[in-house]
């Protein structure tokens, strides 16, 4: 991968940290090799207490946020519980229990969705699947938020993935810093940490607001997923002719466009680390068109066909090179029409 020197090129995307005892920061262990940090990577973000503040850059823009964390026991069982709050704009906040997120901005009525971690690629790093496709590499030994880090590095074995430098943090294997670059080394999406502290548990205001903001319903139908077919989901009438190898089905579901009266299908692919979504829905411009955009490591594409008489415009949004993102788009199609041109 251009840009990134032989001796510190380092993984990205931020998540997951250290084998550590669940929720405790004063473990001195540490992992030997890649693979071990990444699994320590992921159980710290799971299970420690943690305050903070990051920087986040998407592209030309930079933000920066603050984030709580921490796990609580309900009816017998843990979940995580999360809030980061945006310190920059408009004041917006996002909460997660467990997989649920409320994300609320003042003056509006807050929303839910479903998601395993609020930060910016924390998550990723989630199965060994991804190891299909990027190398997993040691780098070297850095500072990071006044804290020592190592660094790792993953870099993608073909054209249909971005690369990452990740700093974790030596003594807990929390993630301190995370870098996303394209094939020419450039800087696609950043986050770091600029101060970060474990605090034995937190104080009850920040449990108690945590546990405050309630959400909208959702109208939201979700469309059990097929097994036998991963580019056909059941109920799924649409099909993609083309999908990059070792990117497979993770969700979808079929909710009202949040735009029109029309009805959104959407379904989300995840080769373990990148993820892209589909959404289809039917167009009433009825004007044949496409346009591509790039924000920071978000590749958008947004075309609109014609099948016959009807007009369907498709979106494939996802962190993929926008190439890549293309290719998806034109080869969506629907099924129907498929089956009829296969028969000619």
Do not use: C
Not at 55 to 82: C, F, M, P
Not at 252 to 258: D, F, G, H, M, T
Not at 294 to 303: D, E, F, P, R, T
Request: no cysteine.
């Amino acid at each position: 991968m251009k840009g990134i020197p032989k001796a510190g090129r380092t993984l990205a995307s931020i998540f997951f940290s250290f084998f550590l005892v669940a929720g405790q920061a004063s473990a001195t262990s540490q992992a030997d090799t890649p693979e071990q940090w990444l699994e320590a990577m992921s159980d710290a973000t799971r299970n420690l207490t943690y305050r903070g503040h990051f920087v986040y850059q998407q592209g030309a823009n930079l933000e920066t946020l603050n984030i709580i964390h921490t796990r609580e026991t309900e009816k017998d069982s843990q979940r995580e519980l999360e809030r980061i709050r945006y310190q920059d704009g408009l004041p917006r906040e996002m909460i997660r229990r467990g997989k649920e997120i409320v994300f609320a901005t003042a003056g509006r009525e807050p929303t839910r969705f479903e998601h395993e971690s609020l930060m910016p690629m924390v998550g990723r790093f989630t199965g060994k699947e991804f190891r299909k496709f990027y190398d997993l590499k040691p780098a070297s030994l850095d500072r990071i938020a006044n804290r020592e880090a190592v660094q790792l590095l993953v870099i993608p074995t073909d054209r249909h993935r971005h690369g990452y430098q990740l700093w974790l943090d030596r003594r807990t294997g929390l993630m301190l810093k995370s870098v996303m670059v394209d094939s020419d080394g450039r800087i696609m999406e950043r986050i770091q940490f600029t101060d970060l502290e474990f605090p034995e548990k937190l104080s009850e205001t920040e449990l108690t607001q945590m546990k405050a903001v309630k959400a909208a319903s959702v109208n939201e139908k979700l469309v059990k997923l097929t097994d036998e077919d991963n580019r056909k989901p059941a109920g799924w009438s649409w099909k993609s002719g083309w999908i990059p190898d070792g990117f497979s089905l993770r969700s979808q579901s079929r909710r009202k466009s949040p735009v029109s009266d029309q009805t959104v299908d959407a379904v989300n692919y995840s080769d373990g680390l990148a993820s892209f979504s589909i959404f289809v829905e039917p167009d009433e411009t009825r004007v044949l068109s496409q346009a591509t955009e790039q924000i920071g490591s978000m590749a958008a594409v947004s075309k609109v066909f014609r099948s016959d008489n009807s007009f369907f415009h498709v979106t494939v949004v996802g962190e993929i090179p926008l190439g890549t993102a293309e290719r998806i788009a034109v080869s969506v199609r629907p099924e129907e029409q498929k089956q009829t041109q296969a028969t000619k």
